[in-house]
T-cell receptor, first 116, second 110 residues
């Protein structure tokens, strides 16, 4: 079946502009994660959604970052007033369910953001 | 919170040799340990995982071992091939919280 999809695949923007990144999780997956991956680095957790529960925003680096998930499916990560240090690959992952039962996270291809 | 350390950061082997990547974790409550392979320009893809009630798991040329007492786990790739070249990430998970190692860039030279 279809995997996690993200759009756009690449985004170039000017410093100070706002950007929106989109994630379509695997159908039926109730949990959705956003991560940031800087060049040559590991994955930095940003935010986690599980069903209708309040999201875990503990990884968001500043109040310029926000995310929402509409109807328990598609998610949008918004970065306001972008800075050059925001340049990175933004990865989305989904898994079948949250809670104590461990399920694998499936990743999308990422959005490569470049802030000039 | 959980802290995952991964070594080495880069690894170069000859085709046909074995490769071993090691990770340690800090929280003894972690109970799920996946390994991901990330090729250039792509998202991480799960290659193997192990749960805390299992000490070893093997899938063809790939194996993972887990030592809960020492809080470390390792990825073993045998008979390496050039297409194994990629960045490999380990992770440790407690419920919904998954923390990743910094990654190992594996290069398999033909």
């Amino acid at each position: 079946g279809a995997g996690v999809s993200q759009s756009p695949s690449n985004k170039v923007t000017e410093k100070g502009k706002d950007v929106e990144l989109r994630c379509d999780p695997i159908s039926g997956h109730t949990a959705l994660y956003w991560y940031r991956q800087s060049l040559g680095q590991g994955l930095e957790f940003l935010i986690y959604f599980q069903g209708n529960s309040a999201p875990d925003k503990s990884g968001l680096p500043s109040d310029r970052f926000s995310a929402e998930r509409t109807g328990g499916s598609v998610s949008t990560l918004t970065i306001q007033r972008t800075q050059q240090e925001d340049s990175a690959v933004y990865l989305c992952a989904s898994k079948q369910r949250g809670g104590a039962i461990q399920e694998t996270q499936y990743f999308g291809p990422g959005t490569r953001l470049l802030v000039l | 919170g959980e802290n995952v350390e991964q070594h080495p950061s880069t690894l170069s082997v000859q085709e046909g040799d074995s490769a071993v990547i090691k990770c340690t974790y800090s929280d003894s409550a972690s109970n799920y340990f996946p390994w991901y392979k990330q090729e250039l320009g792509k998202g991480p893809q799960l290659i193997i995982d192990i749960r805390s009630n299992v000490g070893e798991k093997k899938d063809q040329r790939i194996a993972v071992t887990l030592n809960k007492t020492a809080k470390h786990f390792s990825l073993h790739i045998t008979e390496t091939q050039p297409e194994d070249s990629a960045v490999y990430f380990c992770a440790a998970s407690i419920n919904n919280d998954m923390r990743f190692g910094a990654g190992t860039r594996l290069t398999v030279k033909p």
